[in-house]
């Protein structure tokens, strides 16, 4: 547990050093006349952090000045940030998710709605419980009932009519510093299929990139990480949780502020456990190219899934691959996210529109063109793989096309 620098952050001792660039000034902070709350406050991040790593028992803290970035920071202990913030009435700071200083556990989700209206924000929540629920289990290999406690979680939301964006954060579960966050969330998404569940469409150039709703930039040094209650400057769109702000539950919301006795630490050492926990290799070693940032030249997604990221249209295909005698179902189904096609492989019902009726032992494949909006079925037979044969393809339903319309205004909408 030593591990944890330690947020005795209650009861801050200042031991009579005052760094030469450190001006007290509360005067300034308290618009509605002064108080005792102490802070200290610097124009720069480098002189903050400078001054943070000789104060502990003060945390580190941001404010926007203006729209276009600048910023100053704030070093107070949680009690004096508390008596300074709730007067506030224009709330625009943040966090500083300082290196080398233990944090819970949280993901920032965002991406474009009008892009996305097929992802359903619950399932979303509950694919990203799921993820750490699975990550728990192989780290600690403890039964489901015995990490509840550590799975409860607070999502703030931020969103608009545009954006979707939300903070979760898991008040119970911590890492040495953000960057193994970070590498908890990465392993996590490269041994799980639930990753499949977690991408959305982005809007980028002239064509549609399938990224994921997790922002991983975040997991970076000193990140400075927006609180409950504030705004970015010059927009009316602060984080909340749907409760009246208190000091103990903005202090829960806060990624770096726990008491040790209330957690469970995971170590960089524990996240080794875990593990590929089904048949996701080629999931995997796409998504590591994306993990990493890196521009792929033929990105897409694959999975051996049976879902693809659009559950209304996995369900449309599984109602066509169907008659009165065979029902169908898919066998899996690969997201090429650079020519935004779905491949279905269908297992039982083989009816090839080639030949007019079921194939005997060769397998019929379902495409789906998202950009166009077409299905179309092709298959593994060897004479119809000679020529090439597609069928006649045929538009999607008009309510799939409602819930999209992706192709067309998603494009120009960035
Ligand atoms: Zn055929």
Same mark, same amino acid.
């Given at each position: 547990?030593?591990?944890?620098?330690t947020?005795s952050?209650?009861?801050?001792?200042? /031991?009579?050093?005052?760094?030469?660039?450190l001006?007290q000034?509360?005067?300034?902070?308290?618009?509605q006349?002064?108080?005792?709350?102490?802070?200290?406050?610097?124009?720069?991040?480098?002189?903050?952090?400078?001054a943070?790593?000789?104060?502990?028992?003060?945390e580190?803290?941001?404010?926007?000045?203006?729209?276009s970035g600048?910023?100053?920071?704030?070093?107070?202990?949680?009690?004096?940030f508390?008596e300074?913030?709730r007067?506030?009435?224009?709330k625009?700071?943040?966090?500083?998710?300082?290196?080398n200083?233990?944090c819970k556990?949280?993901?920032?989700?965002?991406?474009?709605?009008?892009?996305?209206?097929?992802?359903?924000?619950?399932?979303?929540?509950?694919s990203?419980a799921?993820?750490?629920?699975e990550?728990?289990?192989?780290?600690?290999?403890?039964?489901?009932y015995?990490l509840?406690?550590?799975?409860?979680?607070?999502?703030?939301?931020?969103?608009?009519?545009? /954006?979707?964006? /939300?903070?979760?954060v898991?008040?119970?579960?911590?890492?040495?510093?953000?960057r193994?966050?970070?590498?908890?969330?990465? +392993?996590?998404l490269?041994?799980?299929?639930?990753?499949?569940?977690?991408?959305?469409? /982005?809007?980028?150039? *002239?064509? =549609?990139?399938?990224?994921?709703a997790?922002?991983?930039?975040?997991?970076?040094?000193?990140r400075?990480?927006?609180?409950l209650?504030?705004?970015?400057?010059?927009?009316?769109r602060?984080?909340?949780?749907?409760?009246? =702000?208190t000091q103990?539950?903005?202090?829960?919301?806060?990624?770096?502020?726990?008491?040790?006795?209330d957690v469970?630490?995971?170590?960089?050492?524990?996240?080794?456990?875990?593990?590929?926990?089904?048949?996701?290799?080629?999931?995997s070693s796409?998504?590591?190219?994306?993990?990493?940032?890196?521009?792929?030249?033929?990105?897409f997604?694959?999975?051996h899934?049976?879902s693809?990221?659009?559950?209304?249209?996995?369900?449309f295909?599984?109602?066509?691959?169907?008659d009165?005698q065979?029902?169908?179902s898919?066998?899996?189904?690969?997201?090429f996210?650079?020519?935004?096609k779905?491949?279905?492989?269908i297992?039982?019902?083989?009816?090839?529109?080639?030949?007019?009726?079921?194939?005997?032992?060769?397998?019929?494949?379902i495409?789906?063109?998202?950009? +166009? =909006?077409?299905?179309y079925?092709?298959?593994? *037979?060897?004479?119809c793989?000679?020529?090439?044969?597609?069928?006649?393809p045929?538009?999607?339903?008009?309510?799939?096309?409602?819930?999209?319309n992706?192709? +067309?205004?998603?494009k120009?909408?960035?």
């Amino acid at each position: 547990m030593n591990t944890i620098p330690t947020c005795s952050f209650y009861g801050n001792s200042l /031991k009579g050093y005052i760094p030469p660039a450190l001006r007290q000034d509360t005067r300034k902070l308290n618009h509605q006349g002064p108080s005792k709350a102490k802070c200290f406050h610097f124009p720069t991040q480098s002189a903050a952090l400078e001054a943070a790593a000789k104060l502990p028992g003060l945390e580190l803290f941001s404010e926007d000045l203006d729209s276009s970035g600048t910023r100053h920071y704030l070093l107070a202990s949680y009690n004096d940030f508390w008596e300074i913030y709730r007067k506030r009435t224009n709330k625009h700071f943040y966090e500083v998710i300082r290196e080398n200083v233990s944090c819970k556990l949280y993901f920032d989700l965002e991406y474009v709605q009008a892009c996305n209206t097929h992802i359903q924000e619950s399932l979303l929540l509950e694919s990203i419980a799921k993820l750490v629920k699975e990550g728990l289990k192989q780290i600690l290999k403890r039964k489901d009932y015995a990490l509840l406690p550590y799975l409860r979680c607070l999502v703030l939301d931020s969103s608009s009519k545009e /954006k979707f964006s /939300k903070h979760i954060v898991f008040p119970k579960i911590v890492f040495p510093n953000n960057r193994i966050a970070g590498k908890f969330i990465s +392993t996590l998404l490269q041994c799980s299929d639930i990753t499949s569940q977690l991408l959305v469409l /982005k809007p980028s150039r *002239d064509e =549609m990139q399938t990224v994921l709703a997790i922002d991983l930039s975040v997991y970076s040094r000193n990140r400075c990480f927006r609180i409950l209650g504030s705004s970015k400057f010059g927009e009316n769109r602060p984080l909340t949780l749907g409760q009246q =702000m208190t000091q103990r539950l903005l202090n829960e919301t806060l990624v770096c502020c726990f008491h040790p006795d209330d957690v469970i630490l995971i170590d960089e050492a524990q996240i080794g456990y875990i593990q590929p926990l089904n048949d996701s290799f080629e999931l995997s070693s796409i998504l590591k190219t994306s993990l990493l940032h890196t521009k792929h030249n033929d990105p897409f997604v694959a999975s051996h899934s049976k879902s693809s990221p659009f559950p209304q249209v996995d369900k449309f295909i599984e109602s066509v691959i169907g008659d009165g005698q065979v029902k169908g179902s898919i066998r899996n189904v690969v997201f090429f996210s650079s020519s935004l096609k779905l491949v279905y492989n269908i297992q039982k019902y083989r009816y090839c529109h080639r030949i007019g009726r079921h194939h005997k032992s060769n397998h019929i494949v379902i495409i789906v063109e998202l950009n +166009t =909006m077409c299905y179309y079925q092709k298959c593994l *037979d060897p004479e119809c793989r000679a020529i090439d044969y597609r069928s006649p393809p045929r538009p999607l339903p008009e309510q799939l096309l409602q819930d999209f319309n992706l192709a +067309t205004s998603c494009k120009d909408s960035k």
